[in-house]
């Protein structure tokens, strides 16, 4: 069975200083994986994707992801957070980019402090 | 880009009412669409596979008759909450797949806050 792992559930970053949301996952093939990012109260809004390719992979807003096949990990990076970067970030993995279901990760809530 | 909308954002109601959730995909066809719960401060939990103009395929653990899932259209899906009682109150969130290109990510909507009194 397919799982993803988000080991902090809460973090807190300086404006200005950089980011990194961590993600583990687990899957039997090669996995389709995914970041999202949920405001309060609103539904998720897609970050970036990875299949195959170039591994580290740039998404929305400055965000970018490194895929470590090794590791099984697929951590969010940012150089330089703004406070509208806080919200709750979800890593997921599927079987395909879009048909099939995902599963998600418990989720890392961004607190950014001036 | 793709728009998912869903309706309404927030419904409260009496506990033993039905609830109508509706999903719409404003600027693509959706041959698939998802139906999410969120738990408060939790990780989505998917609920069920809609797929247009079949049944819907309801996760392990999820009632069928409790959470009615109707998808007659390319564009409209609806999840109806069946006789709510507290213990279904949550986040619904939606989402939405473009079935004419296997690379479209699922775009979701903004989700629909459900409290039952």
């Known amino acids: 069975a397919q799982s993803v792992t988000q080991p902090d559930i809460h973090i807190t970053v300086s404006e200005g200083a950089s980011l990194e949301l961590r993600c583990n996952y687990s899957?039997?093939?090669?996995?389709?994986l995914f970041w999202y990012v949920q405001s309060p109260g609103q539904g998720l809004q897609l970050l970036l994707k990875?299949?195959?390719?170039?591994?580290l992979v740039q998404g929305i807003k400055g965000f970018e992801a490194e895929f470590k096949r090794s590791q099984s990990s697929f951590n969010l990076r940012k150089p330089s957070v703004h406070w509208s970067d806080a919200a709750e970030y979800f890593c997921a993995v599927g079987a395909d980019f879009g048909n099939e279901k995902l599963t998600f990760g418990t989720g890392t809530r961004l607190t950014i402090i001036p | 880009g793709a728009v998912v909308s869903q309706h309404p954002s927030r419904v409260i109601c009496k506990s033993g009412t039905s609830v109508k959730i509706e999903c719409r995909s404003l600027d693509f066809q959706a041959t698939t669409m998802f139906w999410y719960r969120q738990f408060p401060k939790q990780s989505l939990m998917l609920m069920a596979t809609?797929?247009?103009?079949?049944?819907?395929?309801?996760e392990q653990g999820v009632e069928k008759d409790k959470f009615l899932i109707n998808h007659a259209s390319l564009t409209l899906s609806t999840l109806t909450v069946t006789s709510a009682h507290p213990e279904d109150s949550s986040f619904y969130i939606c989402s939405a797949v473009w079935g004419g290109n296997s690379n479209q990510p699922q775009h979701f909507g903004d989700g629909t806050r459900l409290s039952i009194l």
């Open positions: 899957y039997g093939a090669t996995p389709y």
């Open positions: 990875y299949f195959s390719g170039d591994t």
């Open positions: 809609s797929n247009e103009g079949s049944k819907a395929t309801y």
